[in-house]
C-alpha cells in the first residue's frame, strides 16, 4: 500500500476531496486556494504516493483510512478531465519568500510581487517586437503601502495571504504583525507577536508560521521560537533553538524547517539545524562549508540552497546546497553554481523550482543596484531578469 505519512496536512486534504470526486475547481473553491495551486499540490501529492491517475489516488486514501471506501467515489474520480493534471498554467504561483535587514518593508513588497508576475513572463530568449510591450511593463507593479514601514522583518505566505511579521523601525524592535491580502491590495493588522525581534525570518508548516530567534531589542540574540496560528490569530512557544541567532537564512522540506548561519552577537556562524513540528524538537546536522549571516534559501528539486550572505569581511558568492536525502552519506553538502555577484540581505524566493533573487547589499557599495537573478537548477544556470 503507498504511504500517506509524507503528505501535509494540507496536501492529505487535497487527496481526501480527490477521493470524493471533487474537481479540481471544486477542491479549489472549498480550500480558498487557486485551480493552478491544486494543480500544484496534485503532482506532489502523485509523486509522494506514487500514483499516476486520480482513481489510484483515491484508492490510497481508501485504503489508509483517510475517506470511508465508495465505490461510486471512485468512479466520480475516474472520470475527471485529464486536463486538470495539465502542468500548472503561470498564475500566482505560491510565494516562498522573505526579505534581511536593510530592506526597506514597500521594497520587500514589491520584491514579492515580482514572483507573481514572473511566471507570465516571456520563456528566455525570446525577444518582444517591441520595447514598450505591455507584458514587459506589467512584470513590477506597486502595490498598497504596509501599515509599518519597517526593515528586518519576517516574511510568509499562507492560503495566498502574506503575513508580515517583527522587524526594525524608527530604531525600534517591532512586535507588528500584519497581513497583505493580494486580491483586495489591502493591510490588515493583526495580533503582535509575543517577543519583538528583527533580522527574522518565517515559514508556513501545516497551516502555522514558524518565527524562530532573532535580534532583541536589547540588541541581544534570542532562542525562542514562537509559532502563530493564522487561523485564530493567536502566537504559542516552541522548543528553544540550540543557540541565540539572528540574521539567519530560513528554509521548509518535506515538513521540517532547517536554519542555516547567522549571527550570534559574536560572530558569523556555520550552524545547521533542523526543527520538527511533530516532537517539537531541534537536531543539529553537518555544518555548512562557509559560514554566513544575512544569506537568503529556498528550496528547489528536493534540495536546500543556501545563497549569498555576509561573511563578517566581504560579500559572498558562495553557493551550497544541502540535500536532506544523503544525510547518511559522507556529507549531505554539495557546492552549486556561485552567484555573478556577492551580496547579502537580500529577497530570496522560489516558485516551481525557480529560484529568485531581488536586490541585496554589496559589500563595495551599499547603494549599488544589483541586479535581479533567477536560477533554475536543472538548467544550472543564473540570469537576470527585469529589475
Do not use: C
Not at 541565540?244 to 547567522?262: H, M, N, P
Amino acid at each position: 500500500m503507498s504511504d500517506t505519512t509524507e503528505l501535509s496536512e494540507r496536501e492529505l486534504e487535497i487527496l481526501k476531496l480527490v477521493a470524493t470526486g471533487a474537481s479540481n475547481k471544486e477542491i479549489a473553491q472549498q480550500l480558498y486556494i487557486s485551480a493552478n495551486t491544486v494543480k500544484v499540490h496534485l503532482r506532489n501529492i502523485f509523486a509522494k504516493i506514487e500514483v499516476t491517475t486520480r482513481t489510484e489516488a483515491a484508492m490510497v486514501a481508501v485504503q489508509s483510512g483517510l475517506v470511508p471506501a465508495a465505490p461510486e467515489q471512485e468512479l466520480a474520480a475516474d472520470v475527471q478531465s485529464d486536463d486538470e493534471m495539465e502542468a500548472p498554467e503561470p498564475e500566482a504561483p505560491p510565494w516562498r519568500a522573505y526579505a534581511w535587514w536593510g530592506v526597506v518593508g514597500v521594497v520587500v513588497i514589491l520584491a514579492l510581487t515580482a514572483v507573481l508576475y514572473l511566471a507570465t513572463r516571456q520563456p528566455a530568449g525570446q525577444v518582444s517586437a517591441s520595447p514598450a510591450a505591455p507584458q514587459v511593463e506589467a512584470r513590477w507593479q506597486v502595490r498598497a503601502e504596509m501599515l509599518t514601514q519597517r526593515s528586518g522583518l519576517a516574511l510568509a505566505a499562507y492560503e495566498e495571504q502574506l503575513y508580515a511579521i517583527g522587524g526594525e523601525a524608527n530604531g525600534q524592535v517591532s512586535a507588528a504583525v500584519e497581513k497583505f491580502n493580494p486580491n483586495l491590495n489591502q493591510w490588515q493588522a493583526l495580533s503582535d507577536k509575543t517577543t519583538p525581534v528583527a533580522d527574522a525570518a518565517a515559514v508556513v508548516i501545516g497551516g502555522k508560521v514558524y518565527v524562530p530567534a532573532g535580534r532583541l531589542a536589547s540588541g541581544e540574540m534570542s532562542d525562542m521560537l514562537e509559532i502563530y496560528d493564522p487561523l485564530q490569530d493567536v502566537w504559542e512557544s516552541g522548543a528553544r533553538l540550540p543557540q541565540a541567532v539572528s540574521a539567519y537564512a530560513l528554509a521548509t522540506i518535506e515538513g521540517k524547517l532547517y536554519l542555516f548561519g547567522g549571527w550570534d552577537g559574536q560572530q558569523v556562524m556555520d550552524n545547521a539545524w533542523r526543527y520538527d513540528p511533530g516532537s517539537d524538537r531541534w537536531e543539529v546536522l553537518p555544518p555548512m562549508p562557509t559560514a554566513r549571516a544575512y544569506a537568503g534559501a529556498a528550496t528547489a528539486a528536493g534540495r536546500i540552497f543556501v545563497i549569498g550572505g555576509y561573511d563578517g569581511q566581504s560579500a559572498l558568492q558562495e553557493v551550497e546546497i544541502y540535500q536532506p536525502a544523503k544525510e547518511q552519506g559522507d556529507t549531505p553538502w554539495t557546492y552549486g553554481l556561485p552567484i555573478p555577484d556577492g551580496r547579502y540581505g537580500m529577497g530570496v524566493t522560489s516558485a516551481v523550482d525557480i529560484i529568485y533573487l531581488v536586490g541585496g547589499i554589496s559589500a563595495g557599495d551599499r547603494e549599488a543596484a544589483l541586479p535581479s537573478l533567477e536560477y533554475i537548477p536543472s538548467a544550472g544556470l543564473w540570469q537576470e531578469f527585469d529589475s
